[in-house]
């Protein structure tokens, strides 16, 4: 979403298979595009093709015209799985905070499995929003845009998110 000036935008993808009707795409991602685009999950997309999951990417299949945010939301409910690269910039950008918000409720009201992948970042600093992840909510509570009831929203998904057996990957 490099098209979008205002605000630091959260990439999403997701990959579709046409072998379970019930779900339209298998796999949404959730990541925050200028931390992992051109490496994890750009290797994690890769991979998801070469095993024959046709993959959906926001920048190369959203529907021009169409509102994106719409479009993302709609791809997380009719995901069976999400799997979401918490990043250290990820919580600056609103977009990815909305999709964890939108990622969380389907895991409650669709059984979303939900697969976190802690990107060189500690999984209790992003419940407890401390390091980045405290930083980028001390500049969205500055954002006169943001209400607090989403700033709250946002920090309980960080803390469910963080609770929720995943991966650590650290540099190695």
């Not at 925050?32 to 994690?44: I, V």
């Not at 929003?129 to 607090?148: M, N, P, W, Y």
Request: hydrophobic share 35%; with cysteine; net charge positive.
């Amino acid at each position: 979403m490099a098209s979008m000036s205002t605000q630091k935008a959260c990439t999403s993808s997701s990959s579709s298979s046409s072998s379970n009707p019930l779900w339209k795409y298998d796999v949404f991602l959730s990541f925050y595009g200028e931390d992992t685009r051109k490496n994890f999950t750009d290797h994690l997309y890769a991979t998801l093709k070469q095993k024959g999951i046709n993959t959906y990417r926001d920048n190369e299949n959203l529907e021009q015209g169409k509102p994106i945010a719409s479009g993302l939301m709609k791809a997380i409910e009719e995901s069976k799985y999400a799997i979401i690269i918490l990043s250290k910039n990820y919580a600056f950008s609103k977009w990815c905070l909305n999709e964890l918000v939108k990622i969380l409720e389907c895991m409650k009201d669709k059984e979303l499995k939900v697969l976190p992948v802690f990107y060189h970042v500690n999984p209790s600093d992003v419940g407890n929003q401390r390091e980045t992840f405290g930083k980028a909510f001390l500049k969205h509570e500055e954002d006169r845009k943001v209400s607090i009831e989403q700033i709250q929203k946002w920090r309980t998904a960080l803390k469910e998110v963080s609770k929720i057996r995943g991966w650590h990957l650290l540099d190695r």
